[in-house]
């Protein structure tokens, strides 16, 4: 029951809140907004539902995949500008962010530890990477947020090295960290199974 309000406490901070008009405006936002959907929702809504105990189709690596390139593909400038401008597409852009984190997160609890850690840094590396494309790229990618930065301080240049930091290190750091524990417990286990 906690998951399960705990997934709709989230969605309400994310969709009902000031924080998705803010993420309208500052690309920083809209990124910890996305942030949000995969890291802290998606495996919300695996554990509410009880996704881990049912059978997901696909391997965990073509999962991995799979939502990497979902997640790529909704931050490329092009794509990004339609989803904002367009409602359907924009909620086609929350719901399959969204859609292949729950699959990815459910796939990922009935994984094997060695299996479960790969994935998980695998998807750090990716998130880090796109994170670090966008803290040094020499021009501001993102012409929603050209004209909406200003009024909050910054360039749009600024916002976006502040989303692309967002993504390197604070969430690239939960992979790892959730990877590490992972890691620790399977190693706990096995000196607890051989004493």
Known sequence: ???ELGAVACFAVLFVSPLCALGSALFSVRVVHHLILT????????AGLGLHRRPVPGSLAVLTAVQALTFWAWHAPPLYAT???HDAVFWAMQVTITGTAVLWWAKLRQASSAAAVAALLATMVQMG???ALLTFANNALYAP??????????T?????QIAGLV??????AIYLLTALTILYRSLSGTRVAHS
């Open 1 to 3: 029951m906690a998951q």
């Open 39 to 46: 890291i802290l929702l998606a495996p919300l809504i695996v």
């Open 83 to 85: 989803a904002l401008g």
């Open 129 to 131: 990477l796109l994170g």
């Open 145 to 154: 947020h050209w004209l909406t930065t200003h009024a909050w301080g910054m």
């Open 156 to 160: 749009p240049l600024e916002d976006q």
């Open 167 to 172: 993504m390197w290190a604070p969430a690239s």
